[in-house]
């Protein structure tokens, strides 16, 4: 691809906190109040600001999403478009690919300006990025078409055995992380693919450890700070709002011990703990893109260029392999090789699929000490849709700080996919 036709990602970009959903597992998260709309309009928000570019210069926005998880979802990334602020005569796309939709946003948007088909010339900038909040709720199904009179709940939680015969809830956390294809819950996938590659409890708890010291080592050195746009939420009883401004999963005290004292989460004489699984959070992220040729017209500074995509399909009982057809695909199309990769941002949906992943990366030439250098998810949490914005701009910008110059960012995805993202720096 010529460079002056190539596809960059501007300086600018933000991310928000990740959030635990709950905290100690008992009060609502600091999030919790946000639909997936309200944290993707604070990044949208955040990265127009730090950009500094032109807001009239904005002709699409294209988000991720994997879930409705509130009333306003539907509406999307037309919901992150108004609350960031951008007019009602910019178009926005919702996108959805599961776990992948923050990469797939990117794919999307820049097949859209390298197509021609879509483009606004006048207007030659994209927003794209992800949101995700996990605050999914308990559905009531089979009683629509009933009377619904005063004492039924709107807001609140149901006294489930209260209700009629032939009605029932189900948590749309737990269920949507079932695949019905598979026949497993995501967990499972895991926990096969764990199997298949031998991979044993210690060695599963050895990385979840590694994912919580890497990711506090970068917290603590301020690593974070340029791609994170704080948060200050208000909370019920305080006077002033609290504000959020890292990712609230990390574990200061985590020890091998702890880990092993954890028992398995999804299956008898399993592998994955709490300790060694993504953990659920709510997050999102948003940064402008555009033709490199633009760019340099209007002023603005590169931080990255897209150097390949790739997905791939596999098979769904083990999903989590998905990330290492989808590079081999993302480098083939950026024409380097596994040893030309600096950094690795693999999503550690689970540590025996990232386990796995990585043991395979290895084998196209890949170092697995560049994989995850400032953690991964199993310490600072996956928010589906918003993931693969999230790591794209934690890879880019740790590229430009260690003076490197490639970036892998990876995923799987339920349902038998994965997705890959090369990027080249341009600091």
Same mark, same amino acid.
């Given at each position: 691809?010529?460079?002056?036709?190539?596809?960059?990602?501007? /300086?600018?970009?933000?991310?928000?906190?990740?959030?635990d959903?709950?905290?100690?597992?008992?009060?609502?998260? $600091?999030?919790?109040?946000?639909?997936?709309?309200?944290?993707?309009?604070?990044?949208? &928000?955040?990265?127009?600001?730090?950009?500094?570019?032109?807001?009239?210069l904005?002709?699409?926005?294209?988000?991720?999403?994997?879930?409705?998880?509130?009333? /306003?979802?539907?509406?999307?990334?037309?919901?992150?478009?108004?609350?960031?602020?951008?007019?009602?005569?910019?178009?926005?796309?919702?996108?959805?690919?599961i776990?992948?939709?923050?990469?797939?946003?990117?794919?999307?948007?820049?097949?859209?300006? $390298?197509?021609?088909?879509?483009?606004?010339?006048?207007?030659?900038?994209?927003?794209?990025?992800?949101?995700?909040?996990?605050?999914?709720?308990?559905?009531?199904?089979?009683?629509?078409?009933?009377r619904?009179?005063?004492?039924?709940?709107?807001?609140?939680?149901?006294?489930?055995?209260?209700?009629?015969?032939?009605?029932? $809830?189900?948590?749309?956390? $737990?269920?949507?992380?079932?695949?019905?294809?598979?026949?497993?819950?995501?967990?499972?996938?895991?926990?096969?693919?764990?199997?298949?590659?031998?991979?044993?409890?210690?060695?599963?708890?050895?990385?979840?450890?590694?994912?919580?010291?890497?990711? &506090?080592?970068?917290?603590?050195?301020?690593?974070?700070?340029?791609?994170?746009?704080?948060?200050?939420? #208000?909370?019920?009883?305080?006077?002033? #709002?609290?504000?959020?401004?890292?990712?609230?999963?990390?574990? /200061?005290?985590?020890?091998?011990?702890?880990?092993?004292?954890?028992?398995?989460?999804?299956?008898?004489?399993?592998?994955?703990?709490?300790g060694? #699984?993504?953990?659920?959070?709510d997050?999102?992220?948003?940064?402008?893109?555009?033709?490199?040729a633009?760019?340099?017209?209007?002023?603005?500074?590169?931080?990255?260029?897209?150097?390949?995509?790739?997905?791939?399909?596999?098979?769904?009982?083990?999903? @989590?392999?998905?990330?290492?057809?989808?590079?081999?695909?993302?480098l083939?199309?950026?024409?380097?090789?596994?040893?030309?990769?600096?950094?690795?941002?693999?999503?550690e949906?689970?540590?025996?699929?990232?386990?796995?992943?990585?043991?395979?990366?290895?084998?196209?030439?890949?170092?697995?000490?560049?994989?995850?250098?400032?953690?991964?998810?199993?310490?600072?949490?996956?928010?589906?849709?918003?993931?693969?914005?999230?790591?794209?701009?934690?890879?880019?910008?740790?590229?430009?700080?260690r003076?490197?110059?490639?970036?892998?960012?990876?995923?799987?995805?339920? @349902?038998?996919?994965?997705?890959?993202?090369?990027?080249?720096?341009?600091?």
């Amino acid at each position: 691809m010529a460079k002056d036709n190539a596809v960059v990602l501007l /300086d600018g970009g933000r991310r928000l906190p990740r959030a635990d959903i709950l905290i100690d597992n008992k009060k609502p998260g $600091l999030f919790s109040r946000f639909s997936a709309t309200h944290l993707g309009g604070l990044a949208v &928000k955040a990265a127009l600001d730090h950009t500094r570019i032109d807001p009239g210069l904005i002709g699409h926005v294209v988000m991720g999403m994997a879930e409705h998880s509130h009333r /306003d979802s539907i509406y999307g990334a037309q919901g992150m478009r108004w609350r960031g602020g951008l007019p009602s005569d910019v178009p926005a796309l919702t996108v959805a690919r599961i776990c992948g939709s923050g990469v797939e946003a990117i794919a999307v948007a820049s097949e859209m300006m $390298l197509a021609g088909l879509r483009h606004d010339t006048n207007r030659p900038f994209s927003v794209v990025g992800g949101a995700e909040s996990m605050q999914f709720p308990f559905s009531l199904f089979d009683y629509r078409g009933r009377r619904v009179g005063a004492s039924v709940q709107k807001y609140g939680p149901i006294e489930a055995s209260a209700l009629p015969r032939g009605t029932y $809830l189900q948590d749309l956390l $737990l269920m949507s992380l079932y695949d019905p294809s598979a026949r497993m819950s995501m967990a499972n996938t895991a926990e096969e693919l764990g199997r298949r590659y031998h991979v044993t409890r210690e060695e599963a708890d050895a990385f979840g450890l590694r994912s919580h010291m890497n990711a &506090k080592r970068a917290r603590d050195a301020g690593h974070f700070v340029e791609e994170t746009e704080p948060v200050d939420v #208000a909370r019920d009883g305080a006077t002033e #709002a609290a504000r959020v401004s890292h990712d609230t999963h990390i574990m /200061d005290d985590a020890t091998l011990e702890s880990m092993a004292r954890l028992r398995p989460a999804f299956e008898a004489g399993g592998i994955i703990t709490a300790g060694n #699984a993504s953990a659920v959070v709510d997050g999102a992220a948003a940064m402008v893109i555009g033709k490199e040729a633009d760019a340099v017209r209007h002023g603005l500074t590169p931080l990255a260029r897209i150097a390949g995509i790739g997905v791939a399909g596999c098979d769904p009982q083990i999903m @989590g392999i998905g990330p290492v057809p989808a590079t081999r695909n993302a480098l083939a199309q950026a024409g380097i090789s596994g040893s030309t990769i600096d950094i690795v941002e693999l999503n550690e949906a689970f540590a025996p699929q990232s386990l796995a992943c990585v043991r395979d990366f290895e084998k196209m030439g890949i170092d697995p000490e560049k994989v995850n250098p400032q953690g991964g998810a199993i310490a600072v949490g996956h928010p589906l849709g918003a993931t693969g914005a999230i790591l794209t701009l934690t890879c880019a910008y740790a590229l430009r700080r260690r003076a490197l110059r490639y970036g892998l960012i990876t995923m799987c995805i339920g @349902g038998g996919q994965g997705i890959a993202l090369v990027i080249e720096s341009m600091a």
